[in-house]
């Protein structure tokens, strides 16, 4: 699903117009980033939880020249699905 496909979906189950639905989304993602940007976690209960995390540095292989070369530690933001997000996908894998 594209972001505009989102934006439909969230007009017609919210009853919004598209351009109060983008806005709705808008906000909601630069929440989203503006609390992960200071570190804090974003939970949504029955649905997941949103965090930065810590990837440690690794050697890695330079594709050009072939020779070993360190990744450095960077932080990522992680996605981890709750429970019922979780059971909702292993369902419709169940009934395919």
């Known amino acids: 699903m594209k ?6 979906e969230i007009s017609r189950t919210a009853n919004l117009t598209q351009t ?9 993602i630069n929440i989203i980033k503006n609390t992960l940007k200071k570190r804090e976690e ?5 649905f997941g939880s ?5 990837r440690r540095s690794r050697t890695g292989v330079n ?7 360190t990744i450095p530690a960077t932080q990522v933001a992680k996605f981890v ?3 019922e997000l979780k059971e ?6 169940k009934n395919r």
Request: positive net charge.
């Open 50 to 54: 949103f965090k930065v995390t810590t």
């Open 3 to 8: 972001k505009i496909e989102l934006v439909r």
């Open 20 to 28: 109060q639905a983008t806005q709705a989304l808008e906000a909601t």
């Open 42 to 46: 974003v939970r949504l209960v029955g």
């Open 88 to 93: 909702i996908i292993n369902t419709n894998k």
């Open 81 to 83: 699905p709750g429970k």
């Open 63 to 69: 594709p050009q020249t072939k020779r070993p070369m």
